[in-house]
């Protein structure tokens, strides 16, 4: 083979490698948009303007391997942990048994929050909470507050009415429910008026 074929071979692979350079860098300089137009379907008066997207730069680390996978531990309920005796003045058979009760500290650091936030998620939360623990007249006052600040919610209304019926006070909460109804059309609170007047509500 000659010098002369063997530097045609040469600048012939280097002319190729430097083509698909060039395409691949062309490939991912693009940047592909979605289309908005199925958005004009669900307005009906406002006109769809998009706006291009930014370039993101490509990260050198997948998002998979920056994050850590977290470790799943086994951990007792601790309501119900039973510690042995290491003691040698105890006998062996013996066990200390701790029950923790933080179930009124955690109510109570939710209550605190909902204070501070006003979040009536959080105040359906409680609501719920004490109505499940009995406590209806702590669960009618954190349901007439979430009332207040989202009228809104099914579920509170439910919990409100259900409350007052425990707490003896069966027309209001018919008379509640019933206009929750005309401004809600909630089945919930229809099927709960029913079983009210029916006395089937226990």
């Known amino acids: 083979m000659k010098d002369s074929d063997k530097t045609e071979q040469i600048v012939s692979s280097e002319n190729q ?6 395409m691949a860098n062309k490939e991912s300089s693009n940047i592909l948009e ?7 379907s669900f307005q009906t008066s406002t006109p769809l303007t998009v706006t291009p997207a930014a370039i993101i730069p490509k990260s050198v680390q997948s998002p998979r391997e920056s994050i850590p996978v977290p470790k799943v531990l086994n951990v ?14 105890l006998s062996s058979d013996k066990t200390i ?3 923790r009760n933080d179930s009124k500290l955690d109510i109570d650091s939710i209550e605190r929050r909902f204070k501070e936030t006003s979040n009536s998620n959080l105040g359906l939360f409680i ?3 004490h109505y499940d623990h009995g406590n209806y007249s702590d669960a009618y006052n ?7 600040i989202n009228n809104k ?10 409350s007052l019926v425990k707490l003896g006070r069966v027309e209001q909460a018919k008379k509640t429910l019933q206009l929750y109804i005309s401004e809600s059309n909630s089945d919930a609170a229809r099927s709960l008026l029913e079983s009210i007047e029916q006395g089937t509500f226990k």
């Not at 979605?34 to 004009?40: A, I, N, R, T």
């Open 153 to 162: 919610i099914d579920e509170s209304w439910i919990i409100f009415s259900k």
């Open 76 to 89: 007792p309920d601790s309501s119900t942990l039973k510690i042995p005796a290491s003691s040698p003045s």
């Open 97 to 99: 048994s701790l029950n």
């Open 142 to 148: 954190f349901a007439l507050k979430t009332n207040s």
């Open 17 to 22: 490698k430097s083509s698909d350079a060039k």
């Open 34 to 40: 979605p289309s908005m137009e199925f958005l004009q």
């Open 127 to 129: 609501a719920r909470y």
